[in-house]
């Protein structure tokens, strides 16, 4: 921050007190352009803080209409200064609450990059790598600010490393089928197949293979299906328009849904007041699953594609650095994004890394008792079958089998044993033996 720059930090109260965090967002809604007038590219963290560059001489009290359709009444609400951060303290690392001034100061870096945000993490739709097997590579990078103490000082550091997610090129409904062994994954009447799709929908994160954006899933609707009506906003004639899944991918990208009776993915959404619903067929996941990590061929294709050496990871950083601080110091013509946050708070980045002391070690030698390896690239896993450095005894153990193993079971532990002790270095003795009978019929 510019030495002369200052953040004034101040708490707002309504009276009478809102009664819901929903009535409060909807009225600071109400006024926003009058607390742009008095305190300009101003920060609100809810509740109660709103963080500014500019300051107020005395009090400020503004009044919000009621809303009786939402069940608002009217409130005035007062601002009032708490504390004033100066740049001295904002460049030692003390900003406290004000954090969230920083933290919307990277966002506004990003923003003109047109990259995806998807938490903290950030991806170019644009930019993706075609393997030979069935996955595709797509880039992005996670940013976060963190307090590095340096001999600079222990300035707000920005965070930044790249990141890459494996996108499978067949659609979630192939997914869910191969998961199954075959059973018809749109046998939503089953409870197996509708459990398969909670497991590997909820929480997944997944690409839409006509726009390529990504979103993180947080719920599977096995009451909705693409023939499902939802109201669309035409921008052209400015009005909502009741229209179907299947209509709208049709018209407007082109897209046939063959399966009308699949579920609708519900999806986090970037703006609380909207809702993100999916159709599998026109998603796919992203990431390693089961039936990835089985297939040896697919697995070294996505190493490939995704094993970056420090090197390139470094000039991957330091390009996307350069490319943020070029818009904040030579703005677009009328930009009013990042280069006027960055001005009106008087923000500065600097895109050279922070150079720090650090201690290069020698290469170091993993013992496995009888033999020494020397690690490569902080990699020793080759060298495992050369036995382990403190091979454990398996002595007291139970081993269940059903009756109808028997005849093949003193084969089974022998070829343990071997392995143990060949692999391993291991000593086992024999185990207790419990047989389970089937029940006959």
């Not at 990208?253 to 063959?258: G, H, L, P």
């Not at 080759?382 to 059903?402: A, H, K, V």
Request: proline share 5%; glycine share 4%; aromatic share 10%.
């Amino acid at each position: 921050m510019d030495p002369v720059g200052s953040i004034y930090h101040y708490h707002y109260t309504f009276e009478p007190a809102a009664k819901t965090p929903a009535e409060e967002k909807w009225a600071l809604g109400q006024i926003w352009t009058q607390l742009t007038e008095y305190l300009g590219n101003f920060v609100i963290f809810c509740p109660r803080h709103i963080f500014s560059h500019l300051c107020l001489e005395q009090e400020l009290t503004l009044a919000v209409n009621a809303a009786p359709e939402k069940n608002f009444g009217k409130c005035e609400v007062t601002i009032s200064k708490f504390q004033t951060l100066s740049a001295e303290q904002v460049n030692s690392g003390i900003v406290g609450e004000a954090e969230v001034v920083m933290r919307h100061a990277v966002k506004m870096l990003v923003e003109p990059l047109k990259y995806q945000r998807v938490g903290r993490r950030y991806f170019n739709n644009c930019d993706s790598q075609e393997g030979k097997a069935s996955l595709a590579v797509l880039g992005g990078f996670t940013a976060a600010l963190c307090e590095m103490s340096t001999r600079r000082g222990c300035n707000p550091q920005l965070q930044l490393d790249t990141i890459f997610r494996t996108l499978q090129k067949k659609d979630i409904i192939d997914s869910v089928r191969a998961s199954l062994d075959g059973c018809d994954p749109i046998a939503l009447d089953l409870a197996e197949v509708q459990t398969e799709w909670r497991r590997r929908c909820i929480g997944a994160t997944v690409v839409t293979t006509y726009n390529t954006r990504v979103y993180q899933i947080k719920a599977v609707h096995f009451d909705k299906t693409p023939q499902e009506e939802f109201l669309m906003y035409n921008r052209d004639h400015k009005t909502k328009e009741s229209v179907t899944f299947v209509d709208f991918y049709n018209g407007y990208y082109q897209k046939e849904i063959s399966e009308k009776r699949q579920p609708l993915l519900e999806a986090y959404p970037e703006k609380e007041t909207e809702e993100v619903f999916l159709v599998p067929e026109l998603c796919a996941f992203t990431g390693f699953h089961d039936e990835v990590r089985k297939d040896k061929t697919i697995m070294t294709e996505a190493l490939k594609l995704t094993k970056v050496s420090p090197g390139e990871r470094f000039n991957a950083i330091t390009s996307l650095t350069r490319d943020m601080s070029s818009r904040v110091s030579n703005p677009l013509p009328n930009d009013t994004g990042s280069a006027k946050f960055f001005k009106d708070w008087r923000l500065s980045m600097d895109p050279k890394p922070v150079e720090i002391d650090a201690r290069i070690f020698s290469n170091l030698e993993v013992s496995f008792g009888h033999k020494q390896y020397k690690i490569e690239e902080g990699n020793f896993q080759r060298w495992m079958r050369n036995g382990l450095q403190c091979p454990t005894s398996l002595e007291d153990w139970l081993f269940i089998y059903p009756e109808t193993d028997e005849p093949v079971l003193d084969i089974w532990l022998r070829s343990l044993r071997d392995i143990a002790t060949v692999a391993f270095g291991m000593k086992m003795a024999d185990p207790q033996k419990n047989r389970v009978h089937e029940p006959a019929g």
